[in-house]
């Protein structure tokens, strides 16, 4: 079954440093990964999506994100944090591309991304 | 014009209630989920439907009980509510069943069980 461990429950920047948020996956198949980002009080907002394509995978709001088979992993990065960052971010897997079945993502535990002034 | 839409956003209740959250997305989607978020943010998957059928369903207890009338909508009814059920219960949906394209959430239901 996939699995996502996202390494630091909580991360802080300087605003207008480089964020880099990570992620690890395992899956038995080549997988479907997601970054989704979680405001206060609010529902779950797709940040990017890796589906089989291009490796360097761009979002929304300048995060950019690479698939590495070889290390499993696919970490989310911003050259330049914004006070408007600060949110919960959480990384996903879904197998359900490759014809395995119905397997809805799993999510990792969440990083808190905290921007000081 | 809100693609995943859940009513109502806050449920406070007694113990022993029953209760139901309702969810309806207007994208076409063909599949919708459920998913709970506990208090330290980690979201779980409860319920699957593709076109109102019941795909999956995790290692729930019985006294939830989904209900899809069109693959539109996607309800949960929550029977003999207690202290543990309390969370944030999300709602979202598919494009299809492979999910490729991601999923919409809707904005959750904060369910206080007291």
């Known amino acids: 079954a996939q699995s996502v461990t996202q390494l630091g429950s909580h991360v802080s920047v300087s605003e207008g440093a480089l964020v880099l948020l990570r992620c690890n996956y395992s899956?038995?198949?080549?997988?479907?990964l997601f970054w989704y980002v979680q405001y206060p009080n609010q529902g779950l907002q797709l940040l990017l999506k890796?589906?089989?394509?291009?490796?360097l995978v761009k979002g929304i709001n300048g995060f950019e994100a690479e698939f590495k088979k070889s290390e499993t992993s696919f970490h989310l990065t911003k050259p330049s944090a914004h006070m408007s960052d600060a949110a919960e971010y959480f990384c996903?897997?879904?197998?359900?591309?490759?014809?395995?079945?119905?397997?809805?993502?799993?999510f990792g535990k969440g990083t808190r991304l905290s921007v000081i002034a | 014009d809100t693609a995943v839409s859940q009513t109502p956003k806050y449920l406070v209740t007694q113990m022993g209630n029953d209760k139901s959250i309702k969810c309806e997305q207007n994208?076409?989607?063909?599949?919708m989920y459920w998913y709970k978020q506990d208090s330290k943010k980690f979201l779980k998957i409860m319920f699957s439907?593709?076109?109102?059928?019941?795909?999956i369903n995790e290692t729930v207890p019985n006294r939830f009980s989904p209900k899809s009338p069109d693959k539109a909508h996607l309800n949960l009814h929550i029977n003999s509510l207690e202290l543990g059920d309390s969370a944030v219960y999300f709602c979202?949906?598919?494009?299809?069943?492979?999910?490729?394209?991601?999923?919409?959430f809707g904005s959750g239901t904060r369910l206080t069980v007291v």
């Open positions: 979202a949906s598919s494009q299809d069943i492979l999910g490729g394209l991601g999923y919409t």
């Open positions: 899956s038995s198949v080549p997988p479907y």
């Open positions: 890796y589906t089989s394509a291009a490796t």
């Open positions: 996903a897997v879904s197998e359900s591309g490759v014809g395995s079945g119905n397997t809805p993502l799993v």
């Open positions: 994208l076409g989607h063909d599949t």
């Open positions: 439907y593709n076109n109102k059928e019941l795909i």
